[in-house]
T-cell receptor
Framework: NAGVMQNPRHLVRRRGQEARLRCSPVKGHSHVYWYRQLPEEGLKFMVY????????ESGMPKERFSAEFPKEGPSILRIQQVVRGDSAAYFC?????????FGPGTRLTVT | DAKTTQPPSMDCAEGRAANLPCNHS???????VYWYRQIHSQGPQYIIH???NNETNEMASLIITEDRKSSTLILPHATLRDTAVYYCIVTGSNSGYALNFGKGTSLLVTP
C-alpha cells in the first residue's frame, strides 16, 4: 500500500510567487492535516480537512494561505505571494480515524 | 489540549531498553496519549497511542499510569536507527485530533 505522498519534494519560489503543495493521502483515508516546520523549530499544526470540508484552520495564517481537499484528487496547500518567512518544511498527514501517517514533506525555499 | 512535559534529551545503549517518560497532568477524560518520532528531517512517524490501558505493538510499549497523569514509552531493544526526537502528544476529538508537537525528547542510541 502506498503511504502518504507529497509533491514536489523541493520547491523554490521567488518572493511574490505562488506555491502549490500537493498531498495524496493513504487510499481510504478521509482526514488530511497540514503542518509546518520552520528551520530549527517544531512542527506546528495548520489545518485539518475532510473531503470537501475545512474542519479546523486555527493554525493557518489568516492571509495568503489556503487549503482544500476536493472530492477527487489530492489535497492542496496554496501560498500566495510567498515571502522569505514562508521557507519551511510542510508536512501533510492522513488519518483513517485518530492516528496520523505523515508524508515525506515538501521543502519550500523562498529566494 | 493538555500540555506535556518531556526531558529534552536522553541516551541509551544499543540493545538496551529505552524508557521515555512524559507528564500530562492536565489530561482530560476523552484525550488520548500519542507518541510520534521524527528521524532527522523526515516526516514524523506514528509509534503508538492509548487511552488508559497499556498498549503494545511491534514498535513499542506504552505504559499509562492509573491516574493517567503520566506515561512511559518503552523501546524494548533500542537500535542506532531509533535515534530520533520523540514526541508525547495528548489530543482528542475536541481538537479534531490535531497534534501539538512540543520540543520532544532527543534520544541518542549509542553503540
Amino acid at each position: 500500500n502506498a503511504g502518504v505522498m507529497q509533491n514536489p519534494r523541493h520547491l523554490v519560489r521567488r518572493r511574490g510567487q505562488e506555491a502549490r503543495l500537493r498531498c495524496s493521502p493513504v487510499k481510504g483515508h478521509s482526514h488530511v492535516y497540514w503542518y509546518r516546520q520552520l528551520p530549527e523549530e517544531g512542527l506546528k499544526f495548520m489545518v485539518y480537512l475532510q473531503k470537501e470540508n475545512i474542519i479546523d484552520e486555527s493554525g493557518m495564517p489568516k492571509e495568503r494561505f489556503s487549503a482544500e481537499f476536493p472530492k477527487e484528487g489530492p489535497s492542496i496547500l496554496r501560498i500566495q505571494q510567498v515571502v522569505r518567512g514562508d521557507s519551511a518544511a510542510y508536512f501533510c498527514a492522513s488519518s483513517p480515524q485518530v492516528e496520523q501517517y505523515f508524508g515525506p514533506g515538501t521543502r519550500l525555499t523562498v529566494t | 489540549d493538555a500540555k506535556t512535559t518531556q526531558p529534552p534529551s536522553m541516551d541509551c545503549a544499543e540493545g538496551r531498553a529505552a524508557n521515555l517518560p512524559c507528564n500530562h497532568s492536565t489530561i482530560s477524560g476523552n484525550e488520548y496519549v500519542y507518541w510520534y518520532r521524527q528521524i532527522h528531517s523526515q516526516g514524523p512517524q506514528y509509534i503508538i497511542h492509548g487511552l488508559k490501558n497499556n498498549e503494545t505493538n511491534e514498535m513499542a510499549s506504552l505504559i499509562i499510569t492509573e491516574d493517567r497523569k503520566s506515561s512511559t514509552l518503552i523501546l524494548p531493544h533500542a537500535t542506532l536507527r531509533d535515534t530520533a526526537v520523540y514526541y508525547c502528544i495528548v489530543t482528542g476529538s475536541n481538537s479534531g485530533y490535531a497534534l501539538n508537537f512540543g520540543k520532544g525528547t532527543s534520544l541518542l542510541v549509542t553503540p
